[in-house]
């Protein structure tokens, strides 16, 4: 089985590779990184710029976050990733782009962070090419998941999406999606890409199952190895205090006897 998981790995990073290639085209590819666990969430957004995309990026945080001289330098480069991590925060308090069984309950904003590539720097005329990375850590309150049977996710249409959920847990069904592949605990696809103008965001709704037979049984064999541990500590302890009887038996017949022998020499002098 874990041959199988790390061969469904390989194929999802094939394809996202795939996705990062077609940008050099299209200029401009985003990729959603979602990874689940028990207690909580990691969404890491990548987006691929390329061509003329890539001059439109370094004009911008050149006006709207440096001095305007043509020129991207790290400091605007740090200030364009401040700005985006604000821009998320802010965003997200808005409107969260994850809630549980139709709900934001229980879901908390951990962690946000932008990292942009230094290949961004230089004259704002030059086209490049360079991979930017957004993340959001989601903490999920106790048994929040487990108690769920669905998971609803926010992304920009055509974008492409990939999902791990814990172990145990099987994919139902899905909505939203563009050419969608399942295997067990893995999803991958595309947000739908919306025909409608002006739409910004699209949605996608996953059923989900989780199996927690598997990990009461772990639990149960835990117990049982902890007791045979135990109770061989037990019959260790019995057994070492059955082998210190005989010696001070032993001992105690080894003193009489010399007592006798002490008190037979007395006499025989006396």
Not at 118 to 128: C, F, I, K, S, Y
Not at 204 to 230: H, L
Request: net charge negative; with cysteine.
């Amino acid at each position: 089985m874990t041959i199988i998981k790390e061969l469904i790995r390989t194929i999802l990073i094939f394809l996202f590779a795939a996705q990062l290639t077609g940008s050099a085209i299209a200029g401009y590819e985003c990729s959603n990184l979602v990874t689940i666990y028990p207690d909580s969430m990691e969404w890491q957004y990548v987006e691929v710029i390329s061509g003329q995309q890539s001059c439109e990026f370094k004009n911008k945080t050149d006006n709207l976050h440096g001095n305007k001289d043509g020129f991207v330098s790290t400091w605007e480069l740090m200030e364009n990733e401040k700005y985006h991590r604000d821009t998320i925060r802010n965003a997200l308090k808005v409107e969260m782009d994850v809630r549980i069984d139709n709900s934001t309950e229980g879901i908390t904003v951990e962690d946000i962070d932008a990292s942009f590539s230094v290949d961004a720097l230089g004259p704002v005329d030059t086209q490049t090419s360079f991979t930017n990375t957004y993340y959001v850590i989601y903490g999920l309150k106790d048994d929040l998941l487990t108690n769920g049977s669905t998971i609803w996710l926010q992304g920009e249409p055509g974008s492409f999406l990939s999902v791990e959920f814990p172990n145990n847990t099987q994919i139902i069904s899905c909505e939203g999606i563009d050419n969608v592949s399942i295997h067990e605990n893995l999803l991958s696809g595309r947000f739908n890409d919306s025909t409608e103008e002006n739409v910004v965001w699209v949605d996608v709704m996953i059923n989900y199952y989780i199996n927690m037979t598997s990990g009461i049984i772990d639990q149960v064999d835990d117990m049982d190895n902890m007791s045979n541990m135990v109770n061989g500590s037990n019959m260790s302890l019995d057994n070492t205090s059955s082998t210190q009887s005989p010696f001070l038996g032993n001992t105690w017949i080894i003193l009489i006897l010399l007592i006798l022998v002490l008190f037979m020499k007395k006499v025989n002098y006396s």
